[in-house]
């Protein structure tokens, strides 16, 4: 399923080619299964998260392309789970034995994700990236919930002064 990402992004130049790019974001992650007959289960679990990739860009004639990958900490805001329907609400606080009917998971995850995109002259980019949370964020011990997704994200990035980097030169390579 689809969910959505709003958030800032920060991109700290090391050198030529390499960069810092760390963000906060609020997310919203969705996905559907149905089970062999007629149970369905859907989740929508919102998280607050600080990725910080360090990227490698290469220049091309209308801006620069990127790579890169890094650690990425979320924290679990809230969310709903449903079967067939019937909404629980989703409680971030550890909790493995609670009498309370809503779902509970653990509050921090922390994981890696990886990232490719293209960054514009004028500052505008497209970025498709892909994140596996390590920690099982489930409380239930029978249960192994690992966070994973993949995103695409437009924004712009813009310097101190309102305007975008510097036109870098085109690639070349030279033998």
């Not at 609670?98 to 497209?126: I, M, P, T, W």
């Amino acid at each position: 399923n689809h969910g959505l990402t709003g958030g800032l992004i920060l991109e700290i130049p090391v050198n030529s080619n390499f960069s810092l790019r760390p963000q906060m974001n609020f997310t919203a992650k969705n996905f559907f299964y149905r089970f062999i007959g007629e149970y369905s289960h859907e989740y929508e679990l919102t998280y607050f998260q600080v990725p910080v990739n360090l990227t490698y860009g290469f220049a091309s004639p209308f801006g620069k392309w990127y790579l890169g990958g890094g650690p990425i900490v979320s924290k679990g805001t809230g969310g709903w789970y449903s079967v067939n329907n019937v909404k629980t609400y989703v409680v971030y606080d550890g909790e493995s034995n609670s009498k309370s009917g809503d779902l509970h998971y653990r509050q921090l995850d922390f994981g890696v994700n990886g990232c490719a995109g293209f960054q514009s002259e004028q500052g505008v980019f497209v970025d498709v990236s892909y994140e596996y949370g390590l920690i099982n964020s489930s409380t239930d011990k029978s249960a192994d919930v690992h966070n994973k997704g993949l995103s695409v994200k437009v924004g712009y990035i813009a310097n101190r002064n309102g305007r975008t980097a510097k036109k870098e030169k085109p690639f070349n390579m030279e033998f």
